[in-house]
């Protein structure tokens, strides 16, 4: 998904929902596009943390790479897992 929204301070703002299989990320990137992003929430040959793997590869930064923090300015996260499990009884 690519739409035009308004920007903030010219730097990306980031929006994830870590849920059970999958993790979910909407970007705005710095030029006021949206981009959307899935990946698994659980993948430790490939990264140990889904959140921050996907972000890399949304401002496309290397691979254990830290994070250009000074081009962020917001990331906003929600999860579903121990909502799950609190209704599952687990």
């Not at 990306?12 to 979910?24: E, N, V």
């Not at 921050?52 to 790479?65: F, Y």
């Not at 000074?70 to 929600?78: A, C, L, P, V, Y």
């Amino acid at each position: 998904m690519n739409t035009k929204t308004q920007t903030h301070n010219n730097k990306w703002q980031f929006w994830i929902d870590r849920g059970g299989t999958f993790t979910d990320i909407i970007a705005c990137l710095p030029d006021g596009r949206l981009k959307t992003h899935k990946l698994l929430s659980e993948n430790p040959k490939q990264y140990t943390d889904a959140a921050i793997e996907g972000i890399r590869q949304l401002m496309g930064v290397k691979h254990n790479s830290a994070l250009p923090s000074k081009d962020i300015s917001s990331i906003k996260m929600g999860t579903t897992v121990a909502t799950n499990a609190l209704l599952e009884r687990q």
